[in-house]
C-alpha cells in the first residue's frame, strides 16, 4: 500500500505562518489524488478543512489554505491563533482506496 | 440534525469476529456514499473502506491491511451502515468512525462519535 507522509511535528509562534505538506510513495501528488486535509484534536472526531486541494468547507477559518507545492499537497497556516494548535493530515485518493498520511501535530508556542 | 451513532463494538480474540453498525439520520442517506475509518491508540487516522449508494451500485473499496476480512454493507431501509470484521488481528484495536467522508459529496463532512474495537488474547 501507498505511503503518504506528513511532518510529525510542527511549531509556530502565534500570529505565525506554518506550511504542513503531504507527500506520496507513489510520485507526485496531482490534483487527481483529491488532496483533503483534516483537523483533529484529543479525544474529537477529525473535521474536514480543505478538500480538492483547495476548497474549504464553510467552517474552515480564511487562514488555512490548501495548494499543491512542488509535487507535494500543502496546507498553510497564515496568522496561526492557538485554537489551530491540533494534529493534522492529508488524505489522498488512489483509484478507489485512500490513504491517510502520518500526521503532523502543530504546537503552538 | 445529522447523527451517525456507531455501536458493537466490544472485545474480542484474535481470530474472531466482530460487526458494527452505524444509524445514519438527518440526511438521505441513501444518497451517501459512507466510510469507515479508525484509529489505532495514540495512532494516526485511517482509512478502511468505503461503499457507495445503491444507485452508484453499492460498490466498496477496502485498504490494503483489511480487504479479503473485512466487509462493508448498508441497509438503507434502516438507514444503516455495517462493517463486517472477520480473522481480527491484535493490529485492528482501536476507534472506529463511521462518516460520509467521501469524493462524491466532499463538503459532507459527518462523523459518528467512534465505537471502540479491542482485539486481545
Known amino acids: 500500500q501507498t505511503v503518504v507522509t506528513q511532518e510529525p511535528s510542527l511549531t509556530v509562534s502565534p500570529g505565525g505562518t506554518v506550511t504542513l505538506t503531504c507527500v506520496s510513495s507513489a510520485g507526485a501528488v496531482t490534483s487527481g489524488h483529491y488532496p483533503s486535509w483534516f483537523q483533529q484534536k484529543p479525544g474529537q472526531a477529525p473535521r474536514s478543512l480543505v478538500y480538492?486541494?483547495?476548497h474549504k468547507q464553510p467552517w474552515t477559518p480564511a487562514r488555512f489554505s490548501g495548494s499543491l507545492l512542488g509535487g507535494k499537497a500543502a496546507l498553510t497556516l497564515s496568522g496561526v491563533q492557538p485554537e489551530d494548535e491540533a494534529e493534522y493530515y492529508c488524505l489522498l485518493y488512489f483509484g478507489g482506496a485512500r490513504v491517510f498520511g502520518t500526521g503532523t501535530k502543530v504546537t503552538v508556542l | 440534525e445529522v447523527q451517525l451513532v456507531e455501536s458493537g463494538g466490544d472485545l474480542v480474540k484474535p481470530g474472531g469476529s466482530l460487526r458494527l453498525s452505524c444509524a445514519a439520520s438527518g440526511f438521505t442517506f441513501s444518497n451517501a456514499w459512507m466510510t469507515w475509518v479508525r484509529q489505532a491508540p495514540g495512532k494516526g487516522l485511517e482509512w478502511v473502506g468505503r461503499?457507495?449508494?445503491?444507485?452508484?451500485?453499492?460498490?466498496?473499496d477496502y485498504a490494503a491491511p483489511v480487504r479479503g476480512r473485512f466487509i462493508i454493507s448498508r441497509d438503507d431501509s434502516k438507514n444503516t451502515l455495517y462493517l463486517q470484521m472477520n480473522s481480527l488481528k491484535t493490529e485492528d484495536t482501536g476507534e472506529y468512525y463511521c462518516?460520509?467522508?467521501?469524493?462524491?459529496?466532499?463538503?459532507?463532512?459527518?462523523w459518528g462519535q467512534g465505537i471502540l474495537v479491542t482485539v486481545s488474547s
Open positions: 462518516t460520509t467522508l467521501s469524493l462524491k459529496t466532499p463538503w459532507l463532512d459527518y
Open positions: 480538492s486541494t483547495s
Open positions: 461503499i457507495k449508494s445503491k444507485i452508484d451500485d453499492e460498490s466498496t
